[in-house]
């Protein structure tokens, strides 16, 4: 900028001092027209030298300007620091359409939730013409999973924390590790559903109604600490065999358990599709 603005200046000057000094010979050899031509051009170049001048004193060359730049590239060169480092360990994350997942080599971590939140209304009629009513809202479900696979695509696991629709404290509903063998073979241990009911062993996020039916919380198994295979029998079987601490253990100390031995078969079939 400086160098222009000296040069504008020098042009400037010896123009200047043409067209307004009062010399004879000037007089003698200009045309008016030719005096009229460059006072116009003294005055385009005076607008010009003006508008050098304003550009030179702009934000770029301020102080506060160049303390704002400086920031911008201090946090650019921040960024591109840790990027770096991330890429060194080859890990990337983002979001694809189901779950917030984290991977690199060797393993992956999905992380998802669930929460159902109801108002409920009840009116009982107990015969004498009396009716009474009951009604409130309710938290029914708040869950986070944690699931994934280490190491290998073989070796998966789940860890799922859910509230208490009564207290609200948080424990632990599920926590599995597996492994599948390349013929298809599931093998499964720590705390899960036991292969009796499939209304139970469909997940509350995927039930068609608003809740399991009566019959199935009245029959159900629910959760157990366990070993369970799983053995899938051409395109359309899979059978399964769980050993656990039995059907109402939940969790439980190794020898506290209700049952000494407990075994739950179950089998399914895929009519179609």
Not at 117 to 124: A, G, I, M, S, W
Not at 134 to 159: C, M, N, S, W
Not at 257 to 262: C, K
């Amino acid at each position: 900028m400086n160098r222009f603005l000296r040069a504008a200046v020098i042009l400037l000057v010896p123009l200047f001092v043409v067209a307004t000094a009062p010399l004879g010979n000037a007089q003698a050899t200009d045309t008016p027209d030719d005096l009229t031509t460059l006072r116009s051009e003294v005055r385009q170049l005076r607008v010009e030298l003006d508008a050098l001048r304003a550009a030179t004193r702009s934000a770029w060359t301020h102080d506060a300007r160049e303390a704002e730049v400086r920031a911008i590239v201090d946090a650019a060169l921040a960024d591109a620091d840790t990027r770096a480092a991330y890429q060194g360990l080859g890990l990337f994350g983002g979001y694809d359409g189901k779950n917030f997942h984290l991977a690199g080599e060797g393993f992956d971590l999905k992380l998802s939730g669930q929460l159902q939140f109801r108002y409920v209304h009840n009116t009982d009629d107990n015969g004498s013409g009396d009716s009474e009513h009951a009604d409130g809202f309710e938290l029914r479900r708040a869950k986070v999973q944690f699931a994934g696979h280490i190491a290998d695509p073989k070796i998966t696991y789940v860890v799922r924390l859910a509230s208490s629709r009564n207290s609200g404290d948080t424990s632990l509903e599920e926590a599995r590790v597996g492994y599948t063998f390349d013929n298809g073979v599931q093998l499964f241990v720590g705390k899960m559903k036991l292969p009796f009911l499939r209304q139970e062993l469909l997940s509350s996020s995927r039930q068609l109604a608003v809740d399991r039916s009566l019959g199935t919380e009245f029959f159900t198994l629910n959760f157990a600490e366990q070993v369970k295979m799983v053995v899938p029998i051409g395109d359309n079987w899979r059978v399964a065999l769980a050993y656990s601490d039995g059907g109402v253990s939940e969790s439980s100390g190794a020898l506290t358990d209700p049952a000494e031995l407990a075994v739950a078969p179950g089998g399914e079939r895929v009519l179609d599709g």
